[in-house]
């Protein structure tokens, strides 16, 4: 089993790391999607092997198409309804329309995640309220094999 605040070190520990587009070497650059697939490998979750590989989940634009990456989620990771949402999970967010964010919950009550963030200014990966990153929750996940 895969302790929560283990899940919650690994994405802290990537704190700092540039936002790079399709990147995935810590503390040299990474973007939202393979913050998820990395923090997975480092605890050891089931299918981030399949996730950091998928040709999918690595080339795709700026703007990522959606209906793959809610499909890969849900190939990948347990959905979770919002309500149940704890420490470890994952988050996919829309800042517009869209859902094109991931972000993992790093403190609840309130909400804290660790996400690459691309704001300009910020570009890199931070801890921050939910609130202050702008974006709507649209959907949870829990990584395979992590702790009830």
Not at 68 to 88: F, P, Q, T
Request: proline share 6%; net charge neutral; charged share 20%.
């Amino acid at each position: 089993m895969i302790a929560r605040d283990d899940i919650v070190a690994a994405a802290r520990s990537l704190i700092g790391t540039p936002f790079r587009h399709q990147a995935r070497l810590p503390g040299v650059g990474i973007d939202c999607l393979n913050l998820i697939g990395e923090v997975g490998l480092r605890v050891g979750a089931d299918g981030c092997e399949q996730w950091a590989a998928d040709p999918d989940l690595s080339a795709y634009g700026r703007t990522p198409r959606p209906d793959i990456l809610l499909r890969k989620c849900d190939e990948y990771l347990d959905r979770v309804s919002l309500a149940a949402v704890g420490l470890g999970d994952v988050l996919v967010m829309a800042f517009k329309v869209f859902p094109q964010h991931f972000a993992i919950v790093s403190r609840v009550n309130p909400t804290y995640i660790v996400h690459a963030y691309p704001l300009p200014g910020v570009a890199r990966v931070v801890e921050n309220g939910v609130a202050v990153a702008g974006a709507t929750v649209v959907r949870a996940y829990r990584f395979r094999g992590v702790e009830a």
